[in-house]
């Protein structure tokens, strides 16, 4: 995307001098401007105090799943860390390729002494994870479209309106996420909506829903998209991470502004792939040690508009970053939160489901 400052390109390398008998780290992530705030935050310091090691980053994440897979198959795991959803941890757990790992020996407890577990509270949601940040997807939206004749939109819904708001939209090329603002658009209640979803009656009326807007949508994968499209002024509204939107806005000064409404709140952090040596192991454990502290949490909120998963942190957040975080009192009137049990168990048929209605 063209408004990013730093891009880290699918494979980059990011060296030291005269690091070549470094210890190689590959970790896995999103790219964009959510890999720069890792790299800025953690990476960076990390490789500053430590030079002997070197990291190579790899943009795979919205992947991961599936090249995860295919690499146990194969026996040969090349991956040492890797940034996940949620709902992704939890099926990489339950299929045994993310180890499980004792949070409390890995993170550092919280500078009061609060253990890590307790200071990431609801954030650690399976044995595998190591949490992160709290992000959102949410929507973007040009503020100078002259069709829409000065009005903007305020409600998740707005994005089904295309006669008031004309234009192309960006969603993301899943299910998850589009399924529930469907059906939440085609007026399900929010204490519904995953009973509906769990009938196939309740998925195609999703499909349905999101007929309507077919033909004006661009498909997204990576994060990084709806912000270059809205930028570049091929589409008037899109989803994506609420960071991605924080550095369109705030940095690169793009008329564009945030809806709110019915954000989904997801967990991100790291899984471990399951097999490593026992040498690159206590790396990689070493690395996350420093990576997932109380201030090293904080830094990447400088960065980019994520809050901290560790309570801890939350204080340290500047208030400049505040009106731009999802858990921001003033962003919350309406939101939902990914519910990753049940997309654990039925995002393959789902997903399956959806991909076949976007071949019709």
Not at 254 to 267: A, E, G, N, R, S
Not at 272 to 284: C, F, R, T, Y
Request: proline residues 5%.
């Amino acid at each position: 995307m063209t408004f990013r400052r730093t891009i880290l390109t699918s494979v980059a390398t990011i060296a030291l001098a005269g690091a070549a008998s470094a210890e190689d780290l590959t970790i896995v992530s999103w790219g964009g401007a959510y890999s720069a705030s890792q790299d800025k935050a953690y990476h960076q310091p990390y490789m500053a105090e430590h030079p002997d090691v070197n990291i190579i980053n790899d943009e795979s994440s919205n992947e991961a799943v599936a090249k995860l897979r295919a690499m146990s198959e194969a026996g040969n795991v090349t991956w040492d860390l890797v940034d996940v959803e949620g709902p992704d941890s939890q099926r990489l757990c339950d299929e045994g390729l993310a180890q499980e790992i004792d949070l409390n020996d890995w993170a550092k407890a919280a500078p009061d002494g609060t253990t890590a577990t307790v200071d990431f509270g609801d954030a650690v949601i399976n044995d595998c994870f190591i949490p992160q940040i709290v992000f959102s997807t949410t929507f973007g939206y040009r503020t100078n479209v002259p069709e829409w004749n000065g009005k903007e939109p305020t409600s998740l819904c707005d994005i089904f309106d295309t006669t008031n708001f004309p234009g192309k939209r960006a969603l993301e090329k899943r299910p998850k996420k589009n399924i529930e603002w469907a059906l939440i658009c085609d007026g399900v209640a929010k204490d519904d909506l995953y009973d509906v979803m769990s009938t196939p009656e309740g998925i195609d009326r999703a499909l349905k829903k999101l007929d309507t807007i077919k033909s004006d949508v661009i498909w997204w994968s990576a994060g990084a998209e709806t912000p270059q499209l809205l930028a570049d002024g091929e589409i008037v509204m899109g989803s994506t991470y609420n960071g991605r939107l924080y550095s369109l806005i705030a940095e690169d000064k793009q008329p564009v502004k945030m809806l709110w409404d019915w954000q989904v709140f997801d967990y991100d952090g790291w899984v471990v792939p399951a097999g490593l040596s026992d040498e690159k192991l206590a790396a990689v454990k070493q690395y996350i040690n420093f990576a997932t502290d109380t201030q090293r949490l904080a830094d990447q909120a400088k960065y980019i508009a994520y809050g901290p998963a560790r309570a801890s942190s939350q204080p340290l957040v500047t208030d400049a970053m505040k009106p731009y975080m999802p858990t921001n009192p003033d962003n919350m009137g309406n939101y939902l939160v990914n519910n990753i049990e049940w997309w654990a168990d039925n995002q393959d048929d789902v997903e399956q489901k959806f991909q076949a209605w976007l071949t019709q």
